[in-house]
């Protein structure tokens, strides 16, 4: 397997949660401390921080110190490469299914007027 395939597996892998999907359109809409956006969920400090360590290993977003703080940022390039790929995947089903359409319109032969059908 390819690094751009590790790649693409671990952003995937990032936004199959619901939480980190709702983690990364917070630090796209801004930087965020960490403590911050954990005090938006249901769950443990440490839970959150895994959630965003998760979607930093991928990629789509950045951690900087502050002080005792950590910050967070949504990388935009990072998810522009996830909507390309994502675009790419499109291209090829559609043309797939342009392909199943194509073969479903041809007519069927003309039957030979020799043949009888009784």
């Known amino acids: 397997m390819t690094d751009s395939e590790d790649k ?6 990032a936004l199959a949660d ?8 917070r630090v796209l809409a801004g ?3 960490v403590s911050t956006l954990a005090a938006s969920y249901d769950m443990s400090f440490a839970a959150v ?17 502050s002080g005792r703080e950590a910050l967070a940022s949504g990388d935009v390039e ?9 675009t790419e995947l499109e291209t090829v089903w559609r043309g797939r299914i342009a392909r199943i359409d194509d073969l479903i319109a041809i007519p069927d032969p003309e039957p030979n007027p020799t043949e ?3």
């Open 31 to 33: 930087e965020h401390s």
């Open 78 to 86: 990072a998810v522009r490469s996830v909507g390309s790929m994502l």
């Open 18 to 25: 619901r939480t980190r999907r709702d983690i990364l359109r």
């Open 49 to 65: 921080q895994k959630h965003v360590a998760v979607l930093e290993r991928a990629g789509l977003i950045t951690k900087r110190r």
């Open 8 to 13: 693409a597996d671990a952003m995937f892998h």
């Open 116 to 118: 009888r059908n009784d």
